[in-house]
């Protein structure tokens, strides 16, 4: 007797049971993803075409990616994109995985963008202070076009891939890509801006260990740690900040909600900062803090 050949139907359940059963979260959603990345097709189509047989070839492949999974690699270096913004970025170990929590910052700088306006003399000038995988920074150039944007990172790797996912979506010219640590790459260039935003290094260190293996296993330590109580770069970011913000600009940088009053409480020490406040994050979380450079005297 001649056994059933497998169809995408039946390979995605014994699959989904076989990932619940490995503890593995959203099974279901994994199985999809990735036959669907095997086939070189999107979800749906697996869903119009459920009975379709799949050949052996095609269930090496796919089984091969479930090892991976199984080793807890993150889905999104195995299929090696990412969607933030409604954009699809390229992502690999060199880079975090952008989350969905850190479009707060995208829609933050859009508004403040938005009420600065603009004049033939000077285009809003942005600085996404540790951009990764150039989410924030090319998210904003697709969104508005009349800004100056520069995105730093202390990996050259992700430079390397936030400069493919510029020209992916076709915004290389609008944005100065620079390698170097914090402000290093700026210091004495003469460069202050209107916008600063940063989603820095803000895990805890003494909380490290206890993150998902996805996490603390995959995704590079450099852009996770933020050493004792995770407010290292967040107070650094601070104080720093205001030697590279204009009058009237604003800095904005997330973290984890119970840092959040801890730095506000780090601005209250430095007069030139107003307006501060902490702002929750689509889960109703707080989830990013800003402040506006308020001179003395001004």
């Known amino acids: ?31 999809e993803v990735l036959l669907a990345n095997q086939l070189s097709i999107d979800r ?29 690699e993150p889905l999104q ?18 880079v975090l995985i952008p989350r969905p929590e850190s479009e707060l910052l995208v829609e933050l700088a859009i508004d403040r963008i938005s009420s600065l306006g603009t004049r033939e003399d000077h285009w809003p000038r942005i600085l996404d202070l540790g951009t990764g995988c150039g989410a924030l920074a090319i998210s904003l150039a697709k969104n508005i076009q009349e800004i100056r944007i520069w995105a730093t ?23 100065k890509f620079v390698e170097g640590d914090l402000w290093e790459p700026l210091t004495n260039q003469g460069k202050t801006f209107d916008i600063i ?12 260990n206890d993150l ?4 603390c296993d995959y995704e590079p330590m450099l852009a996770l740690k933020g050493h004792e109580e995770g407010m290292y770069f967040i107070e650094k970011i601070i104080v720093e900040g205001l030697d590279f913000l204009n009058p009237e600009g604003w800095i904005m ?38 402040a506006k450079n308020i001179p003395p005297g001004s």
Not at 77 to 94: A, H, K, N
Not at 212 to 215: C, G, I
Not at 278 to 283: A, E, G, H, T
């Open 1 to 31: 007797m001649v056994p059933k050949p497998w169809t995408i139907k039946s390979l995605l359940d014994i699959t989904t049971d076989y990932l619940k059963k490995k503890q593995i979260e959203s099974p279901r959603l994994n199985a």
């Open 44 to 72: 749906i189509a697996l869903y119009l075409n459920f009975d379709k047989p799949l050949n052996e070839s095609e269930i090496s492949g796919y089984r091969l990616l479930i090892k991976r999974r199984l080793r807890r």
């Open 77 to 94: 270096y195995i299929t090696g994109v990412q969607e933030f913004w409604s954009l699809e970025f390229l992502v690999d170990s060199r």
């Open 153 to 175: 990172d202390i990996s050259p790797g992700a430079i390397e891939i936030a400069r493919l996912n510029a020209k992916r979506h076709g915004v290389s010219d609008s944005i």
């Open 197 to 208: 935003l940063s989603n820095p290094p803000y895990i805890a260190s003494e909380e490290y």
């Open 212 to 215: 998902p293996p996805e996490v």
């Open 253 to 290: 940088i997330e973290m984890a909600p119970d840092q959040t009053e801890k730095a506000l409480k780090i601005m209250e020490q430095i007069k030139s900062y107003g307006e501060k406040s902490r702002i929750k994050d689509y889960s109703h979380l707080y989830r990013v803090v800003t």
